[in-house]
């Protein structure tokens, strides 16, 4: 079963604007990352929140996680046609359990 | 460094033929995963490798196989194919185990087609 579920299933923006996803999940977790799939392509991971943090930024990503509402949510700020991808996030929970359970994703589209 | 490599890219089989996807990473990576993609299902895990010499079953292995050659490879066969095995397979390795922070490396994935 889906541990994460994205929010909104998809999402159209203009090239500039900013463009926000949310990821739901169910049960405690060790870690969450985030991971983009552009079309016909594997998954490329693009930034791992830990369970005690609240907040992470790598580049145009913002990441913030709220272990009490067992939610995060990514910002790409200033998107470019370029970021027009689905993506993921997936869960890690704690234990010597090495697997990531995703969600089902959010495509994005940015408009040029 | 070519990452994480899987063959064949595209394949199509009859109900009830047999055939292995292979995966090989040049990242010496402990772990090696087994994913399906489905349309609006997102990723679902069929098998794990933890280390070489090790497999687990996942999410949905029924139909499945797996064998860890080595630490390099890691594959799948489907023993007798059904219409529902009809998908996008991706392989992935990690960099650690147990307790560490991992990120997976995808390959680029086999589109399999059972007629």
């Known amino acids: 079963s889906q541990q994460g579920e994205e929010d909104p299933q998809a999402l159209s923006i203009q090239e500039g604007e900013n463009a926000t996803m949310n990821c739901s999940y169910k049960?405690?977790?060790?870690?969450l990352q985030w991971y983009r799939q552009n079309s016909g392509r594997g998954l490329v991971h693009l930034i791992l929140i830990r369970s005690n943090e609240r907040e992470k930024h790598s580049g145009r990503l913002r990441v913030t996680l709220d272990t009490s509402k067992k939610s995060s949510s990514l910002l790409i700020t200033a998107s470019r046609a370029a970021d027009t991808a689905s993506y993921f996030c997936a869960t890690r929970s704690g234990g010597s359990n090495y697997k990531l359970t995703f969600g089902k994703g959010t495509l994005l589209t940015v408009n040029p | 460094n070519a990452g994480v490599t899987q063959t064949p890219k595209f394949q199509v089989l009859k109900t009830g033929q047999s055939m292995t996807l292979q995966c090989a990473q040049d990242?010496?990576?402990?772990?090696m995963y087994w994913y399906r993609q489905d349309p609006g299902m997102g990723l679902r895990l069929i098998y794990y490798s933890a280390s070489e010499g090790t497999t687990d079953k996942g999410e949905v292995p029924n139909g499945y196989n797996v064998s860890r050659l080595n630490k390099r490879e890691f594959s799948l066969r489907l023993e007798s194919a059904a219409p529902s095995q009809t998908s996008v397979y991706f392989c992935?390795?990690?960099?650690?185990?147990?307790?560490?922070?991992?990120?997976?490396?995808f390959g680029p994935g086999t589109r399999l087609l059972v007629l």
């Open positions: 992935a390795s990690s960099t650690r185990g147990l307790a560490e922070q991992e990120t997976q490396y």
């Open positions: 990242m010496n990576h402990n772990s």
């Open positions: 049960t405690s977790i060790n870690n």
